[in-house]
């Protein structure tokens, strides 16, 4: 029963490269979340999608930042020509439907970010 | 505008003894629910537990409680009989009603010494 699978673990990128973030949600989960995480800072809600619907993404840059979740395969946080303020861990997490109470949201692990 | 403030950035405390992270919390709305999470240092965020505006009982989960005062806007969470391994990250975060987006605080770092 794999929880919410997020790849890679650590990526490093030169500065103007582009950065793909991968997100597979629990099994039977059709949302999906990202959120930021800035060092020493709490994360911050970046975009919401369900199958190949965008449904919030008030949380993210205007530019250079984009997010699908198709309706096979994993859910892409695609950030292009990455600057060194985009270093952070960028994290996933997947619901079965909207508004999930006591059993919380299932985050992935993260996918830290370095731009070099 | 919804906000959460963790107002301890750091705790310290000793093995088998309780101690009670803070979290304060601002919102208009009748509707909402709030969540604790820990992150160990290997970074991945651990859901904790829970609490709904209208649940009229404080949540516990194990070693977990979370004192809910809601005209005071707390929901401070307490950690019974702590061990090494809490020694962490927490975070409090608050779901806005009729969304999905979870607004966290900047978090505590706790240490547990022996």
């Known amino acids: 029963n794999a929880g919410v699978m997020q790849n890679p673990r650590h990526l490093v990128r030169r500065r103007g490269q582009e950065a793909r973030l991968r997100c597979s949600p629990m099994?039977?989960?059709?949302?999906v979340y990202w959120y930021r995480q800035l060092p020493e800072e709490g994360l911050k809600f970046m975009v919401y999608?369900?199958?190949?619907?965008?449904?919030?993404e008030s949380g993210m840059p205007k530019e250079r930042f984009s997010a699908e979740f198709p309706k096979e395969g994993p859910s892409i946080l695609r950030i292009q020509q990455v600057v060194r303020g985009d270093s952070a861990a960028y994290f996933c997490?997947?619901?079965?439907?909207?508004?999930?109470?006591?059993?919380?949201?299932?985050f992935g692990s993260g996918t830290r970010l370095t731009v070099v | 505008a919804q906000k959460i403030t963790q107002t301890q950035p750091g705790m310290f405390v000793q093995e088998k003894e309780a101690v009670t992270l803070d979290c304060t919390y601002d919102?208009?709305?009748?509707?909402?629910?709030l969540f604790w999470y820990k992150q160990p240092s290997s970074g991945e965020m651990i859901f904790l537990i829970y609490?709904?505006?209208?649940?009229?009982q404080n949540a516990t989960e194990g070693r977990y409680s979370l004192n809910f005062q809601k005209a005071r806007k707390s929901a401070n969470l307490v950690i019974s009989a702590s061990q090494l391994g809490d020694s962490a990250m927490y975070f409090c975060?608050?779901?806005?009603?009729?969304?999905?987006?979870?607004?966290f605080g900047t978090g505590t770092r706790l240490q547990v010494f022996p």
């Open positions: 099994k039977g989960h059709s949302h």
């Open positions: 919102t208009s709305d009748q509707s909402y629910g």
């Open positions: 975060a608050m779901r806005e009603a009729y969304t999905d987006k979870l607004i």
């Open positions: 609490q709904g505006s209208y649940d009229e």
């Open positions: 997490a997947s619901s079965p439907r909207v508004s999930p109470e006591h059993y919380g949201y299932t």
């Open positions: 999608l369900q199958k190949e619907n965008i449904i919030d």
